[in-house]
């Protein structure tokens, strides 16, 4: 009974390692993911933007492209990272994917006042990488119409 | 009169069959897609062999590492010092023609001293121009 016991947690054990390694693709070493444009406290007139996604010693690649070193922009709005980073990005109007490899995204409609954008990477599967990356959050200011 | 006939449908079959091939060998792009050297700007001074960055801008297109086939996307090309290759080809690989295949999407450089142009190109997932071909105004900077 106990031997069986053992076995079965053995088993489940090495069911269960191989399925996490292969739901987080490591990240690429020194990759660095950040807003090139805009500035963090820039002001934008009309609420219209392009917004220009970077990413340092790393690639992109479109979704469902698994290749090493690479992944795919989202683009979060006025909201915070998700909670956790072991899930497929939510796509929603405050996630934007962009799983055509776009290296900018143009925002059209952000309302006056102040908004929150953070970029975050994730792997062709949309799960961010382990360790994830992000950029730093920043915040632009839309005065009204 | 037949023989006329028949080489004229030869004719049309082979120019049907030629254009086919033609198109086949070139990935088409979107029409609006926009590509443009993000950093630095026309006219820049950068340090001659100190370390600059580029930045590769991109809008109504993706970026896809080489070998990955997937529409309306490709991989940056940058041309220092020379003029766009021919737009029916591979993409030639040396000091003047950078690839970024694996989707890179800005690099550093150095240059020595002196006055140098700045170019980018777009290569499907073969190294080649998109039809119609998908690059930057050429630039120039100033490394002193």
């Not at chain 1, 690429?28 to 010693?57: F, Q, S, T």
């Not at chain 1, 683009?75 to 490899?101: A, Y």
């Not at chain 2, 080809?89 to 999407?105: M, Y």
Request: charged share 20%; with cysteine.
């Amino acid at each position: 009974m106990l031997i069986r016991t053992v076995i079965v947690a053995a088993l489940f054990a090495a069911s269960y390692g191989p399925v996490l390694a292969v739901e987080r693709t490591p990240a690429p070493k020194d990759a660095e993911v950040y807003i090139i444009w805009p500035p963090d406290g820039a002001v934008i007139k009309g609420g219209k933007l392009w917004v220009r996604m970077g990413v340092r010693n790393a690639g992109v690649a479109p979704k469902d492209v698994c290749m090493p070193n690479t992944g795919h922009h989202h683009l979060l709005i006025d909201t915070d990272l998700p909670s956790s980073f072991d899930e497929v990005i939510i796509s929603d109007r405050q996630h934007i994917h962009f799983g055509g490899g776009q290296t900018e995204a143009r925002l059209e409609d952000l309302p006056p006042g102040k908004h929150t954008l953070q970029l975050l990477m994730a792997d062709c599967h949309h799960v961010p990488h382990d360790p994830p990356l992000y950029s730093k959050k920043i915040t632009i200011r839309v005065p009204p119409y | 009169m037949k023989t006329m006939i028949r080489t004229m449908t030869a004719c049309l079959v082979t120019a049907v069959l030629f254009s086919g091939v033609a198109a086949a060998e070139r990935t088409p792009a979107p029409a609006n897609a926009y590509l443009y050297v993000g950093w630095p700007n026309d006219g820049e001074r950068v340090s001659a062999d100190r370390p600059f960055r580029v930045w590769f801008g991109l809008r109504n297109m993706g970026v896809a590492p080489k070998g990955a086939n997937v529409p309306n996307t490709g991989h940056h090309h940058l041309l220092i010092d020379t003029d766009l290759p021919p737009l029916d080809e591979e993409i030639p690989s040396d000091r003047n023609h950078l690839h970024f295949g694996a989707g890179q999407t800005e690099t550093t450089i150095e240059l020595p001293r002196g006055k140098h142009t700045l170019q980018l190109l777009m290569g499907d997932y073969n190294h080649i121009p998109h039809d119609p071909p998908v690059y930057s105004r050429k630039i120039t900077v100033y490394a002193r």
